[in-house]
């Protein structure tokens, strides 16, 4: 449903058999009406904005799949908490906002949650921020934008996730056509390829990244 009326979207409670839908671009006070859609399976909210509370969601017992991007209103997402069934969750920003997120406490309560990917999203919970992903027992793939984070925190999540697919990210993004090399995280810099330092600045890169992680140990009791 793209760019879908009020009419439309207050139909939407008689489709019970529903199992898929995508809402994109539209202004809502509530959500409540995705609650009366007990069958839905995979959800895609783009560009919805007028609400903040996504507790609604907890009432799909069968949802599986939920894609949010651009939420303008929401940064609380503590109401996903409790979906026992969700395998698949991705929150994403645009490439001009970054989707606030308050913390990430809310995945302690996803003990199903399978793949989990964060692209443009920024976090206001300090340091351990991504703690909560030890609570993800079941977690097969994690895809974090190499920016969203200070580096003690991708630290962190490689070592809660070791051995899960994409939890192992690259220290250095690279970018032939123009020649520079960012460091993994928020802040830590870039260098120049072929520059007269940048062997230097990628073994001092990575000694900050080994100190990150010995951090992460102390926490996590490795």
Known sequence: MHLPSKEQIAALPRLRQLKR???TRVQVKNIDFLAELPLLQELVLEYVSGFCDLSPLCELKNLRSAHFENLRRVSDFSGLSG???????????TLDWDQPIV?????????GLEVLKLTWIKCK??????????????LKKISLYPHAFAL??????????????????????EFK????VYFLGQGSGYTKMGAKNELQRRA???QKFEACKRKAREILNL
């Open 103 to 111: 913390d990430f406490e809310f995945l302690k309560g996803l003990c």
């Open 152 to 173: 003690k925190e991708y630290a962190l999540a490689q070592l809660i996730c070791e051995g899960i697919e994409g939890a192992q990210m690259p220290l250095a993004v």
């Open 204 to 206: 001092e890169f990575e």
């Open 177 to 180: 056509d123009t020649g520079y």
């Open 83 to 93: 979906i026992a069934s969700l395998r698949y969750l991705c929150i994403n920003g």
């Open 21 to 23: 839908l995508r809402i």
């Open 125 to 138: 919970a300090p340091y351990p921020a991504l703690l909560p992903l030890a609570a993800l027992k079941n």
